[in-house]
């Protein structure tokens, strides 16, 4: 088992910064990749980031490339989604996910889930 759990959500003016925390407990060596996942009001949850064990390989959403960085720090068990440039359309339910591939973040899969951290972004 893996227990995740995010901070750092709030509220912030479009344009703004945050910076998502999620910490990893358990026996994270069986899922060590990390993503990030949302869910807005009315949608389906999607994929944001993921990141590999190690840290040299990330992936983004198209519609966060550019303003979301994924980073991991393994002595602490954290994986990190620094969010710049925030938009109205970024406001969401933001999720820590866990999983033995990264790969498998692109089709929505996670072993784990944390239980979320709410980032709202006023225009």
């Known amino acids: 088992q893996v227990q995740l759990v995010e901070s750092g959500g709030g509220l912030v003016q479009a344009g703004g910064s945050l910076r998502l925390s999620c910490a990893a407990s358990?026996?994270?060596?069986?899922?060590?990749?990390m993503g990030w996942f949302r869910q807005a009001p009315g949608k389906d949850r999607e994929f944001v980031a993921a990141?590999?064990?190690?840290?040299?390989?990330?992936y983004y959403a198209d519609s966060v490339k550019g303003r979301f960085t994924i980073s991991r720090d393994n002595a602490k068990n954290t994986v990190y989604l620094q969010m710049n440039s925030l938009k109205p359309e970024d406001t969401a339910v933001y999720y820590c996910?866990?999983?033995?591939?990264?790969?498998?973040?692109?089709?929505?899969?996670?072993?784990?889930w944390g239980q979320g951290t709410q980032v709202t972004v006023s225009s």
């Open positions: 996910a866990a999983d033995a591939l990264s790969q498998h973040f692109r089709r929505g899969l996670a072993d784990y």
């Open positions: 990141i590999n064990r190690s840290g040299g390989y990330t």
């Open positions: 358990g026996h994270t060596f069986s899922s060590p990749a």
